[in-house]
């Protein structure tokens, strides 16, 4: 085990990242942009603890999938308990729906932290975000519409506009069982032909092989039959009605037969949005599927869901290489130049806030020429300097800051209008 470091320079864990202004202002407007989407859509937000009992993940994503097998972070609290720090936000959700049983048609938005001891790199992190909706208490095929749709409008209300959306079925406990079978019996006929990893995988989780990216298992997996050509008839027409509802909204979905997800909780329709733009090993900016046995594999009455997950970072690495969602210019309006000290800046500052203009001030009484300097460093457009003229005569010097750099002296008491005029 790695022990607490000895070096002075402590920095964040390997793979999670501080995320300092003005970058954090790109993850508002994201933040901000989702929940006014999906609230609209009749989505609340939920908020639940980061660490959870470990058997919601085990029982919840699937003790075989890679996340619980190999990525969880594990951890035993002062009184025994075993937990694990959510590697994604789902089961969680599902854990509290169960908890508190709310009436369905339940819908849930989240934002939450994800931890997963991955092997660090561009657009993969250990510590990552997501953005999230679940939709817990109906069948019906509309919702599956609805959810992938409201993830589509998120990227384009963005301005993300080069994504591809995947999209498979999964089936169900009556068709996909028969399917693994005949997976089973055809994988280990050419065991010797798949990578290293899943040549021993073929009995426990046969359909994981499928996504894998390895040269040795796509080669090997080539020929295989696909799941939606052996799914029951109510799979097949809760596949198509999906397909028809998405094309009738304008969303274009291309069927992948090797989108089966890392968790193990889909059945029926699961999704998947790529940025055209990112690398292909990073580059799913999202995705999500239906869960129909998840609330019950976790205490609960059969409670069918649907929902999505969207990763911040990858979002935000698909802006940049689309070039939207630019760095804001500045935060701030009027910096407010105090050479007096005393009253005068601190009832301005406190004055033009509270009429809604962004206002900073400098601190510990610098000269005029330090804070003329600061005030063009913090990207605000006026000056209001507060120097003895000005509090002789109770005035305000206003000057701009970027445009003509002209200057004019205003009653101290005039102040606040004047300049809500001229920021408009
Ligand atoms: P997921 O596909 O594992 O699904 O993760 C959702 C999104 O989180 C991914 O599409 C990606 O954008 C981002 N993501 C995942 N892992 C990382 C990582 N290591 N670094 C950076 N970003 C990452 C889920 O987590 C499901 N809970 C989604 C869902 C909701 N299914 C049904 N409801």
């Not at 799979?235 to 890392?262: I, K, M, W, Y």
């Not at 239906?290 to 802006?319: H, K, M, Q, S």
């Not at 000290?341 to 033009?352: D, M, Q």
């Not at 806030?353 to 600061?374: E, M, P, V």
Request: hydrophobic share 40%.
């Amino acid at each position: 085990m790695k022990t607490e470091t000895t070096t002075t320079n402590l920095v964040a864990p390997v793979g999670m990242h501080d995320v300092l202004y003005p970058h954090s202002v790109r993850w508002e407007q994201v933040i901000a942009t989702f929940a006014n989407l999906v609230e609209r859509a009749g989505f609340g937000l939920v908020i639940s603890p980061l660490l959870e009992d470990i058997a919601v993940f085990n029982r919840g994503i699937g003790s075989e999938s890679d996340v619980v097998r190999k990525e969880m972070y594990e951890l035993s609290d002062r009184g025994g308990r075993h937990l694990a720090l959510r590697p994604e936000g789902t089961a969680s959700i599902v854990r509290a729906f169960v908890q508190h049983r709310p009436n369905i048609v339940w819908k849930a938005w989240y934002l939450t932290p994800a931890f997963r001891y991955e092997r660090p790199q561009a657009g993969r992190y250990r510590q990552h975000h997501q953005l999230g909706v679940e939709l817990l208490g109906t069948h019906d095929p509309e919702a599956d519409i609805e959810i992938i749709s409201l993830a589509g409008s998120f990227y384009r209300s963005l301005g993300i506009k080069k994504v591809k959306l995947s999209i498979n079925s999964m089936g169900d406990s009556q068709c996909r069982p028969s399917y693994i079978e005949l997976l089973k019996n055809l994988l280990s006929e050419r065991k010797e032909q798949l990578c290293k990893e899943h040549e021993h995988r073929v009995e426990l989780n046969p359909l994981r092989i499928l996504d894998c990216k390895r040269e040795e298992c796509i080669q090997a997996t080539a020929d295989l039959p696909h799941l939606i050509d052996h799914l029951c008839s109510d799979c097949a027409s809760h596949f198509a009605t999906v397909q028809e509802g998405l094309a009738d909204l304008g969303f274009e979905a291309e069927v992948n037969h090797r989108l089966v997800r890392g968790l193990d909780y889909y059945t029926r329709t699961t999704f998947e949005f790529s940025a055209l733009m990112l690398q292909s090993a990073q580059n799913a900016i999202g995705g999500g599927g239906r869960y129909d046995g998840l609330v019950e594999a976790l205490g609960g009455p059969p409670t069918p869901g649907i929902g999505f997950g969207i990763g911040i970072e990858r979002l935000l690495l698909a802006a940049d290489e689309e070039g939207v969602l630019p760095l804001p210019e500045s935060s701030t309006d009027v910096f407010v130049i105090d050479i007096v000290g005393g009253h005068r800046a601190r009832t301005l500052v406190h004055e033009l806030r509270t009429h809604g203009i962004r206002a900073i001030r400098s601190f510990d009484n610098r000269s005029l020429k330090a804070q003329l300097k600061l005030a063009n460093r913090s990207g605000a457009r006026f000056a209001l300097i507060v120097g003895p003229d000005e509090d002789r005569a109770e005035a305000v010097t206003i000057k701009a800051l970027r445009e003509d750099e002209s200057q004019v002296s205003i009653k101290a008491s005039l102040v606040t209008d004047y300049m809500k005029g001229l920021l408009g």
